[in-house]
T-cell receptor
Framework: EAQVTQNPRYLITVTGKKLTVTCSQN?????MSWYRQDPGLGLRQIYY???????DKGDVPEGYKVSRKEKRNFPLILESPSPNQTSLYFC???????????FGQGTRLTVV | AQSVTQLGSHVSVSEGALVLLRCNYS??????LFWYVQYPNQGLQLLLKYTSAATLVKGINGFEAEFKKSETSFHLTKPSAHMSDAAEYFCAVSDPMQGKLVFGAGTILRVKS
């Protein structure tokens, strides 16, 4: 089954404790991206990657890092999480930017 | 840069009534436009997309959208709402030049019985 898998689904952490949210897709997609969803703001892009070893900042990249060492995986790293990063995070993949994006189930992160 | 405006953060309709969710975009190039739906506690899934083949686009679950270049709009409609249509709907435009998919703020659709 074609899917995008994110882990964990829920995470509560403390300020400053490094964390990684994993994202994996099995569709051989070139394009992957991370979004955060906040009420009234829709989805805002954090980082995206057009291919292996190619990543670029989205609209809200501060406080986040990503890597794309292999095509299927695109982890999101928060080196020092802060409470303003409490949000719902989605990973998505697509063949390329003009085609349908497939979304993971989301990761609800709470930073206290 | 591309941008998307969804008019109305909440829309409420009666079961069986017409659903109309509004989306306006700004784009300096021919746009690729999408509507996604998000059910509670789930990720987004594609309802339909416009890729310049036809101005009236049909999607899943009886939804359709019409691309109107003169109005820079891509409104989503469904003739008869079902209770199962209650969800949040997002309009999005892709910006190939910048490698971005830009979303609107979303519209929560409530269907009353």
């Amino acid at each position: 089954e074609a899917q995008v898998t994110q882990n964990p689904r829920y995470l509560i952490t403390v300020t400053g404790k490094k964390l990684t949210v994993t994202c994996s897709q099995n569709m051989n997609h070139e394009y992957m991206s991370w979004y955060r969803q906040d009420p009234g703001l829709g989805l805002r892009q954090i980082y995206y990657s057009m291919n292996v070893e190619v990543t670029d900042k989205g609209d809200v990249p501060e406080g986040y890092k990503v890597s794309r060492k292999e095509k299927r995986n695109f982890p999101l790293i928060l080196e020092s999480p802060s409470p303003n990063q409490t949000s719902l995070y989605f990973c998505a993949s697509s063949l390329e930017i003009r085609t349908e994006a497939f979304f993971g189930q989301g990761t609800r992160l709470t930073v206290v | 840069a591309q941008s998307v405006t969804q008019l109305g953060s909440h829309v409420s309709v009666s079961e069986g009534a017409l659903v109309l969710l509004r989306c306006n975009y700004s784009s300096s190039v021919p746009p690729y436009l999408f509507w996604y739906v998000q059910y509670p506690n789930q990720g987004l899934q594609l309802l339909l997309k416009y890729t310049s083949a036809a101005t009236l686009v049909k999607g899943i679950n009886g939804f359709e959208a019409e691309f109107k270049k003169s109005e820079t709009s891509f409104h989503l409609t469904k003739p008869s709402a079902h209770m199962s249509d209650a969800a949040e709907y997002f309009c999005a435009v892709s910006d190939p030049m910048q490698g971005k998919l830009v979303f609107g703020a979303g519209t929560i659709l409530r269907v009353k019985s």
